[in-house]
């Protein structure tokens, strides 16, 4: 091999290492100068599963639901407080966790109605009626009595306190439905009507 050729080699060599070095250099500054403009978390959490929601209370404490789970964390130090296993609907039109005072209302798979303890995670009752594939579209709460909208075009009424089944409706069309409860009536909003229920019976 004669000088020249080695001298060529060198040469390249030299470049492509440089050219390495430059890259290098260029992404970590990026990489750098993107956390200063982004800002470190000042905690992370990742669950196992995806998240399907999250929920914030008026104190310390976010609420995660997964697929598999609902987790608890301490706001302050992303700290697991408590963990559930249950179950979420994968439809993208079924309803979102909610709170009512210290009650946790969770919309789980197969139509599942449960209420759990935002403060300790206990469950406190859990709907056992078999509504398969009826996912829940809607939940509200008023005067202690949480009303359940289900794809398959039943309105639903329990106890919030105990789960006692109070009573159910057929309605109209199973489309988009949502509940609006007050003292008196349930408005049951449909994506072709809003009927008007006593809230009672």
Same mark, same amino acid.
């Given at each position: 091999?004669?000088?020249?050729?080695?001298?060529?080699? +060198?040469?390249?060599?030299l470049?492509?290492?440089?050219?390495v070095? @430059?890259?290098?250099?260029?992404?970590?500054?990026?990489?750098?100068?993107?956390?200063?403009?982004?800002?470190?978390?000042?905690?992370?959490?990742?669950?196992?599963?995806?998240?399907?929601? @999250?929920?914030?209370? $008026?104190?310390? $404490?976010?609420?995660?639901?997964?697929?598999?789970?609902?987790?608890?964390?301490?706001?302050?130090?992303?700290?697991?407080?408590?963990?559930?296993?249950?179950?979420?609907?994968?439809?993208? $039109?079924?309803?979102?966790?909610?709170?009512?005072?210290?009650?946790?209302?969770?919309?789980?798979?197969?139509?599942?109605?449960?209420?759990?303890?935002?403060?300790?995670?206990?469950?406190?009752?859990k709907?056992?009626?078999?509504?398969e594939? @009826?996912?829940?579209?809607?939940? $509200?709460?008023?005067?202690?009595?949480?009303?359940?909208?289900?794809?398959?075009?039943?309105?639903?009424a329990?106890?919030?306190?105990?789960?006692?089944?109070?009573?159910?409706?057929?309605?109209?069309?199973?489309?988009?439905?949502?509940?609006?409860?007050?003292?008196?009536?349930?408005?049951?909003?449909?994506?072709?009507?809003? +009927?008007?229920?006593?809230?009672?019976?």
């Amino acid at each position: 091999m004669s000088k020249k050729t080695i001298v060529k080699i +060198c040469i390249l060599a030299l470049v492509l290492l440089f050219g390495v070095v @430059s890259i290098t250099l260029y992404y970590r500054n990026l990489s750098k100068s993107s956390k200063d403009f982004f800002g470190e978390p000042i905690w992370a959490f990742k669950p196992q599963s995806t998240i399907f929601g @999250s929920l914030l209370n $008026d104190s310390s $404490d976010l609420i995660l639901q997964t697929s598999g789970s609902i987790y608890s964390l301490n706001v302050d130090s992303g700290k697991t407080l408590w963990q559930k296993e249950a179950l979420a609907t994968r439809s993208e $039109d079924s309803a979102s966790m909610k709170l009512s005072g210290d009650n946790l209302l969770m919309p789980e798979k197969n139509g599942i109605i449960a209420v759990y303890s935002e403060k300790t995670g206990e469950l406190i009752w859990k709907d056992s009626s078999n509504f398969e594939n @009826s996912w829940i579209e809607d939940i $509200d709460v008023s005067s202690n009595t949480l009303y359940v909208a289900r794809y398959s075009e039943y309105l639903t009424a329990y106890d919030l306190s105990n789960g006692e089944f109070l009573w159910d409706k057929v309605v109209p069309s199973r489309t988009s439905l949502y509940v609006m409860p007050d003292e008196d009536k349930v408005y049951l909003g449909t994506g072709e009507s809003i +009927c008007a229920y006593g809230a009672h019976t």
